[in-house]
């Protein structure tokens, strides 16, 4: 899948490894917000009008990211 996305110029973050600043930079500038459900999306606090695409590893969806999304206007899909 990363491969596939690197075409379109994403690329990959691993947010534990980024002081909170450069999180929130990252996140302040994005378009585009791909990732798996977890305390990472909560970052989309500071984004603005981002599309997100949430993936989920169970078998079931978790709304918490799809609020958040809403009340920051940012476009939000799993």
């Not at 973050?13 to 500038?29: A, H, K």
């Amino acid at each position: 899948m990363l491969d596939r996305l690197s075409q379109y110029g994403f690329k990959k973050y691993i947010l534990e490894n980024l002081p909170i600043t450069e999180q929130i930079e990252l996140f302040y500038d994005a378009d585009f917000v791909i990732g798996t459900h977890g305390a990472g999306l909560s970052n989309l606090v500071f984004s603005r009008k981002a599309r997100v695409l949430e993936l989920f590893p169970t078998g079931y969806i978790l709304p918490h990211y799809y609020y958040l999304s809403k009340s920051t206007n940012n476009n939000y899909a799993y």
